[in-house]
């Protein structure tokens, strides 16, 4: 267990306790705590970035200090997944998001999930592109947006969601067209 595994360790460890503030709020979870919902969305905001952080960090470690490994390649975009997919749910039972875009970024992780696994299966490995890289740093902001839930300026993550929605499809697209030779047969 490296450093880099562990900060991805310590990123799934983390998203329970940020839904946990995240939907500190009466009549969505049933362990609401009105003593800290005026701080919940700020905590919550807090720990989403720094698990956000620990995703570019652990990354950085493992091509840096030569740390790669099958179980970093592996649970490394899962965490990605769970983070950005779970904070997502947490921000649709909220109102803050609308489901055709969490539907929409769910499907996309289930597809290119699944055509991984394609392509492991014959064994190719289908690296992250760019494109993907980008459309998870643009979800990260969105999901900070709309956490602060900064009612002066809503424009903001209307655009952000937008912005989101064209990304995370153009990124599917660009995976599809880049890897097809993954789904034609032997």
Known sequence: ?????????????????????????????????????????????????????????????ARKYNMITNFGKFMDPLADKLLVNLALIGLFALGKVNIWLVMIIIARDFVISGFRLVAAERGSVIAASIWGKVKTAAQMVMICFLIADLSQIKIVGTVLQWLVCILTLFSLVDYLVKNRKVLKEN
């Open 1 to 61: 267990m490296n450093a880099a595994n562990k900060l991805t360790l310590a990123r799934v460890f983390m998203i329970p306790v940020f839904l946990f503030f995240l939907l500190n709020v009466k009549d969505v979870v049933p362990f609401y705590i009105p003593e800290l919902e005026p701080y919940s969305k700020w905590i919550a905001l807090g720990i989403f970035i720094l698990a956000s952080l620990t995703d570019a960090l652990d990354g950085k470690i």
